[in-house]
């Protein structure tokens, strides 16, 4: 149980293009889902918090207009780099939280690898 | 600021060896601890956590103590097997920031038979 899934696995475009990364909660309700980026050889940081229906908290320093987050439903959430550029390229993970859980109860998706060219 | 520093990889070693991985920390508070294990293709995975001072987390044969002296949580195992082949990730979580998680880089241990 408590598996999450992440669409693409990995995907290349091209600079000024956009790209939408899907995270699936698939056997468990989701209400708070979280948008992580690796670096190379650095840590993961936290883009982003999303609570199902409301907009996302961003961490200071994320452009919110560049990095679309929508939390449509329970089990459901997408990122979407705007107009990317190859400094844009990295590891995005997300991981969900079920309801009323402490916070280190998340779980990762696998992770999408972003190649911006 | 908060942060956490762990060993680099990748770590090598041959099957039954012991395992150390480090982990320092710096917190403005008082932070609860975690290791994170990524298996090749999934997602992180909690491994083990201690929440106070002096706690020792354990699971599948790791173990890591929460030491407020040294600032540390190092990870050890008595015997690897090559399942445990995998990245293993450092975090902390603060209350006082909304239990925000801040990683370690991660560590690659690869266990040869």
């Known amino acids: 149980g408590a598996v999450v899934s992440q669409h693409p696995s990995r995907v290349i475009c091209k600079s000024g293009t956009s790209v939408k990364i899907e995270c699936r909660s698939l056997d468990f309700q989701a209400t708070t889902m979280f948008w992580y980026r690796q670096f190379p050889k650095q840590s993961l940081m936290l883009m982003a918090t999303s609570n199902e229906g409301s907009k996302a908290t961003y961490e200071q320093g994320v452009e919110k207009d560049k990095f679309l987050i929508n939390h449509a439903s329970l089990t459901l959430s997408t990122l979407t780099v705007t107009s990317a550029h190859p400094e844009d390229s990295s590891f995005y993970i997300c991981?969900?939280?079920?309801?009323?859980?402490?916070?280190?109860?998340?779980?990762f998706g696998p992770g999408t690898r972003l190649t911006v060219t | 600021g908060d942060s956490v520093t762990q060993m680099e990889g990748p770590v090598t070693l041959s099957e039954e060896a012991f395992l150390t991985i480090n982990c320092t920390y710096t917190?403005?508070?008082?932070?609860?601890l975690f290791w994170y294990v990524q298996y090749p293709g999934e997602g992180l995975q909690l491994l083990l956590k201690?929440?106070?001072?002096?706690d020792k987390g354990s699971n599948k044969g790791f173990e890591a103590t929460y030491r407020k002296e040294t600032t540390s949580f190092h990870l050890e195992k008595g015997s690897v097997q090559v399942s445990d082949s995998a990245v293993y990730f450092c975090a902390l979580s603060l209350t006082n920031t909304g239990n925000q998680f801040y990683f370690g880089t991660g560590t690659s241990l690869t266990v040869i038979p």
């Open positions: 991981s969900a939280r079920p309801g009323g859980l402490p916070t280190y109860e998340q779980y």
């Open positions: 201690a929440t106070k001072a002096d």
């Open positions: 917190a403005t508070g008082y932070p609860s």
